[in-house]
């Protein structure tokens, strides 16, 4: 009999509503490749954390089955959940069986055959696209922008839907001149159907303190909303088959 697979799991949120169309189950998969300035969950970059088997998982999420009604499902989050390819792909068979719609939050910063089968099983991917360039991409997140590009070359080849966040950064990437990049990245993507523009905030500081972790962005302040109107407008200019949130 074969052994059953674990994952190491942060936390979960059983009613999250942010993440995915409906409400929705997210699990926050424990450790991430990347080290972004912006991160409000440092505490998720070392794969440490509770283990638990398909089986387990599946009990929990069932549980909440009933509230998810036509739109919700499961979110796998994290960290970066694609770390864990093979347990989500035994989860995410289970999932199916079900008929429980997946979303996948992820940075798209791994590409592999097991990562190609768990997208297979996705209803719908949350990509971060992070930087507009290779160098901000390297300097700010320590990972590749050619990577995340090909990796929503994948979602657009298996047809998969498509929803781009971007966190925009005080004095990084908050300008209408990164919007134009931004957009020129992604204009011919028919996959993508919504694009969020996430304006930057401090709720995650105190993670860096309790955990130690220096904290390059210390002396920031958040983004007013109001600061994002602008940035909108001109995406939805540039992009006007994509909802713009």
Not at 2 to 29: M, P, V
Not at 120 to 142: G, P, S
Not at 180 to 195: D, G, M, P, T, W
């Amino acid at each position: 009999m074969t052994k059953e697979k674990t994952g190491i799991i942060n936390s979960f949120e059983s009613f999250a509503t942010l993440d995915g169309d409906g409400i929705r189950f997210e699990i926050f998969f424990a450790g991430c490749p990347l080290r972004c300035v912006c991160c409000h969950n440092p505490e998720m970059w070392e794969q440490k954390g509770q283990a638990y088997t398909t089986t387990q998982l599946l009990k929990m999420i069932k549980r909440y089955q009933p509230y998810f009604q036509q739109r919700g499902g499961v979110t796998w989050s994290g960290g970066e959940p694609l770390l864990q390819a093979e347990f989500l792909l035994e989860l995410g068979q289970h999932l199916k069986q079900e008929h429980i719609h997946i979303a996948l939050d992820t940075s798209g910063c791994i590409t592999n055959d097991r990562v190609e089968k768990v997208l297979d099983l996705c209803d719908l991917v949350l990509l971060d696209l992070k930087q507009n360039t290779e160098e901000k991409y390297r300097q700010y997140a320590k990972g590749s922008l050619a990577q995340t590009i090909k990796f929503l070359n994948l979602c657009q080849q298996k047809k998969k839907k498509v929803w781009i966040r971007t966190v925009i950064i005080p004095h990084i990437n908050d300008t209408l001149k990164d919007i134009r990049a931004f957009a020129n990245l992604v204009k011919e993507y028919s996959c993508i159907e919504q694009y969020d523009l996430l304006p930057f905030h401090t709720m995650g500081f105190s993670k860096y303190e309790t955990y130690h972790i220096p904290n390059p962005l210390q002396e920031e302040k958040d983004l007013p909303i109001e600061a994002m109107e602008p940035l909108k407008q001109e995406l939805k200019t540039l992009l006007p088959n994509v909802k713009v949130e």
